[in-house]
């Protein structure tokens, strides 16, 4: 019996030829773009592709696929009609979404098909919008579970928000699919002009997910903004954390950048980040033998500083550190302090936590102490109770 084998006709019938793909040095598997996985066709040939087009995983694929074309329609600038795509102004900005109601619809339809088409993509663009504020307010996508009979009560004369349909899994998809592709491609733009950039990464137990979740953040010259940018650019999640994994891991989430731009890799001290750097500077030199080095500022440079000030500090002997961690410490837990300092003093504000290894940031903690001694000045010059000493 003749198996079956791939023919290359199937790539332009139009049942098959958005999805369906060869497998290099096997002529009897087929490999789909969707489900992003080979299969088997050396039994029932065609019919193979018909059978995998039907099932469960592949139909729900393509559905997501077209509604992401939809998202990307409304996302991409095209020449005489649509909109241009939202900034990252747009999640900051308050502003209200320009009124779409008093637009003639376009030419895709006249009278009631018109109005039909018209209103969906002022629905969708309202949905889109909604999850923009959700992405900026930190809400959970359970919050949009009951949105939509909640907006229809609120604005009973609106046609929007009777179709308004942005619940829990819509909500996560048009963040997922939509808007976290259209910005982080404006985020690699911006990136690939700067002349150089740098990479942080640090890995942490993710407790959900039960893996190490590796976050990668780039810091560069930003033209749009005119300032040196820090920006959250992907996360990898891993199993084993070794060396290999960390550079593989690495290479894969920074390839849509030039690494000849790339300066520096800020990273925390384990030796597995030694033997990750030294991988990542061989790899780099065979690849490119003239290719400037990575500058080392050593394990962690923010470490550094942070080390800098704390030496700096016990070389003066003033114990700055001991009294700002004590003046956190009177108040911490102690309801009884507290209300007897908001009346003594007529005032709501107390010491913050100090950190004896993070100095650049405890300057809040030391202006806080500050107007805490001060708002205490000539109350109580001299405290009889040992807790106040």
């Not at 810091?219 to 891993?238: I, P």
Request: overall charge neutral; glycine content about 6%; proline content about 4%.
């Amino acid at each position: 019996m003749t198996r079956g084998r791939f023919k290359s006709h199937w790539k332009d019938d139009s049942q098959y030829k958005d999805w369906i793909g060869e497998v290099p040095g096997d002529v009897h598997k087929a490999y789909c773009k969707f489900c992003r996985k080979s299969f088997d066709i050396s039994n029932m040939g065609v019919a193979s592709l018909k059978s995998h087009s039907k099932g469960q995983t592949h139909t729900k694929l393509a559905g997501q696929l077209n509604n992401e074309r939809r998202m990307t329609d409304f996302l991409t600038t095209k020449t005489g009609e649509g909109r241009s795509g939202p900034t990252s102004q747009d999640i900051e900005s308050d502003s209200q979404v320009p009124s779409t109601s008093s637009e003639q619809p376009t030419e895709k339809g006249s009278g009631a098909q018109g109005k039909t088409f018209f209103s969906s993509q002022a629905v969708f663009e309202a949905e889109i919008r909604w999850v923009m504020k959700m992405v900026r307010s930190h809400f959970s996508f359970n919050s949009n579970s009951d949105i939509s009979n909640t907006f229809a009560q609120m604005f009973p004369d609106s046609e929007i928000a009777k179709q308004f349909t942005c619940g829990a899994t819509k909500s996560a998809y048009l963040i997922c699919f939509g808007l976290y592709p259209h910005f982080k491609e404006q985020l690699i733009e911006d990136v690939r002009k700067a002349k150089c950039h740098v990479v942080s990464f640090d890995e942490c137990l993710n407790k959900v997910t039960q893996t190490e979740q590796m976050d990668i953040i780039l810091r560069y010259w930003s033209e749009r903004e005119g300032k040196v940018a820090v920006r959250y650019f992907t996360s990898e999640f891993l199993g084993h954390t070794q060396a290999e994994k960390l550079l593989e891991s690495i290479n894969r989430s920074l390839s849509p950048l030039d690494p000849k731009k790339l300066l520096q890799i800020s990273m925390d001290g384990p030796t597995v980040n030694w033997k990750f750097l030294r991988i990542f500077q061989e790899d780099k030199s065979k690849e490119d033998p003239d290719a400037p080095k990575l500058i080392n500022l050593g394990s962690c440079g923010l470490h550094v500083v942070h080390g800098s000030f704390q030496t700096g500090e016990r070389e003066t002997g003033w114990k700055i550190g001991d009294a700002l961690r004590a003046l956190w410490q009177v108040f911490h837990d102690s309801p009884a302090r507290r209300e007897d300092f908001s009346e003594l003093t007529k005032t709501a504000r107390f010491p913050l936590k100090f950190c004896a290894t993070r100095w650049v940031e405890d300057l809040q903690v030391a202006e806080r102490a500050n107007r805490s001694v001060a708002s205490c000045d000539g109350v109580h010059p001299q405290p009889q109770e040992t807790s106040e000493e």
